[in-house]
């Protein structure tokens, strides 16, 4: 049996044996099965309860092969072959692995969303926006664009949505908006909020729920960092902040190489297994952006570029994963 000396690679193994790709539904219980592997034998029901949400898009009109939960998974699994010139013990690689479990939990939207507001976030978090522009008012536009209201229209003149079901979505979100008690230009929400700006939010409500929730504050940094390239850092790690002296990854400091690592995944998993992109053009896309984000940081793009590379010496294992779930 592959894994069978690592509990938790072990136990999520058995778990994708069950899995169907069109239904990856989990329960919170099933969740907790996966966290008390890593040794995680308490999460909180809050953090349980929003990610079994984000585990569901049974009914939906997806192209998406993934729930935003399984997406987290995967992310775990690019992880656990990117860690190899790292010196950890079992209990630190699990840190990790937790990490990228949680990463999204925000997509559920902020702290205060009642279940229901929550649920109408996922809804959101789960609609497809394929094409490249959309025309409204006369105007071409992106999705990143698209303010909500423009979005859930779209949706429901593409049959995705019923009016009513676009309509409560929108005043849960407004609602929830209201509630919160951290405020931020970034997580600001009302009916005319880009989507782009809506999408960028989640980490900022990753890192309340977490804190909120008692997790660690080095996870929490790791799990709410993964959109720092893009210029999101709610825990204010600081993408600058790199000791000249641990300029590679071998030599830089644990959770920060725990960071470099999840924003590489994170951004991976989105071109190549979310998107359409193959190896080869997600590793140039990955090293342009680097190349470009961080051109005045040569110490900090080293440490990302760095990262890029022990991705593309994994194209096989990847390629393998791409072949099992198609």
């Given at each position: 049996?592959?894994?069978?000396?690592?509990?938790f690679?072990?136990?999520?193994?058995?778990?994708k044996?069950?899995?169907?790709?069109?239904?990856d539904?989990?329960?919170?219980?099933?969740?907790?099965?996966?966290?008390?592997?890593?040794?995680?034998?308490?999460?909180?029901?809050?953090?349980?309860?929003r990610?079994?949400?984000?585990?569901n898009?049974?009914?939906?009109?997806?192209?998406?092969?993934?729930?935003?939960?399984?997406?987290a998974?995967?992310?775990?699994?690019i992880?656990?072959?990117?860690?190899?010139?790292i010196?950890m013990?079992?209990?630190?690689?699990?840190?990790?692995?937790f990490?990228?479990?949680?990463?999204d939990?925000?997509?559920?939207g902020p702290?205060?969303?009642?279940?229901?507001?929550?649920?109408?976030?996922?809804?959101?978090?789960?609609?497809d926006f394929?094409q490249?522009?959309?025309?409204?008012n006369?105007?071409?536009?992106?999705?990143?664009?698209?303010t909500?209201?423009?979005?859930?229209?779209?949706?429901?003149?593409?049959?995705d949505?019923?009016?009513?079901?676009?309509?409560?979505?929108l005043?849960?979100?407004?609602?929830?908006?209201k509630?919160?008690?951290?405020?931020?230009?970034?997580?600001?929400?009302?009916?005319?909020i880009?989507m782009?700006?809506?999408?960028?939010?989640?980490?900022?409500?990753s890192?309340?729920?977490?804190?909120?929730?008692?997790?660690d504050?080095r996870?929490?940094?790791?799990?709410?960092?993964?959109?720092?390239?893009?210029?999101h850092?709610?825990?204010?790690v600081?993408?600058?902040n790199v000791d000249?002296q641990?300029?590679s990854?071998?030599?830089?400091?644990?959770y920060?190489?725990?960071r470099?690592?999840?924003?590489?995944?994170?951004?991976?998993?989105?071109?190549r297994i979310?998107g359409?992109?193959?190896?080869?053009q997600?590793i140039?896309?990955?090293?342009?952006?680097?190349?470009e984000?961080?051109?005045?940081?040569?110490?900090v793009k080293?440490?990302?570029l760095?990262?890029?590379?022990?991705?593309?010496?994994?194209?096989?294992i990847?390629?393998q994963?791409?072949e099992?779930?198609?």
């Amino acid at each position: 049996m592959p894994f069978e000396n690592d509990m938790f690679m072990h136990n999520l193994y058995e778990q994708k044996l069950k899995r169907d790709f069109h239904n990856d539904k989990r329960s919170p219980e099933q969740i907790q099965e996966l966290f008390g592997a890593l040794g995680y034998e308490n999460v909180s029901q809050t953090i349980l309860n929003r990610l079994s949400k984000l585990s569901n898009i049974e009914g939906l009109n997806l192209q998406k092969r993934n729930s935003h939960f399984q997406d987290a998974v995967e992310i775990s699994e690019i992880i656990d072959n990117l860690v190899e010139d790292i010196e950890m013990d079992e209990s630190e690689m699990n840190e990790l692995r937790f990490a990228c479990l949680v990463h999204d939990v925000g997509k559920s939207g902020p702290a205060e969303a009642t279940p229901e507001e929550q649920q109408a976030f996922v809804d959101v978090f789960n609609l497809d926006f394929n094409q490249i522009i959309y025309t409204v008012n006369n105007h071409e536009v992106t999705p990143q664009e698209l303010t909500l209201q423009q979005a859930l229209q779209i949706k429901v003149d593409e049959g995705d949505l019923t009016e009513e079901r676009a309509d409560e979505i929108l005043t849960r979100i407004v609602s929830a908006g209201k509630k919160q008690q951290e405020k931020r230009f970034e997580t600001k929400i009302g009916k005319k909020i880009r989507m782009g700006l809506l999408w960028s939010a989640h980490v900022y409500w990753s890192y309340d729920i977490l804190r909120d929730q008692g997790v660690d504050n080095r996870v929490v940094e790791v799990a709410a960092s993964h959109h720092m390239i893009d210029g999101h850092d709610p825990a204010r790690v600081g993408i600058e902040n790199v000791d000249p002296q641990m300029a590679s990854l071998e030599l830089a400091d644990k959770y920060q190489a725990f960071r470099v690592r999840l924003v590489i995944a994170d951004k991976y998993q989105a071109f190549r297994i979310r998107g359409t992109k193959t190896h080869e053009q997600t590793i140039e896309i990955l090293r342009s952006l680097v190349e470009e984000r961080l051109s005045d940081q040569e110490k900090v793009k080293q440490l990302y570029l760095a990262a890029v590379g022990e991705l593309d010496k994994h194209k096989d294992i990847f390629e393998q994963e791409l072949e099992l779930k198609n």
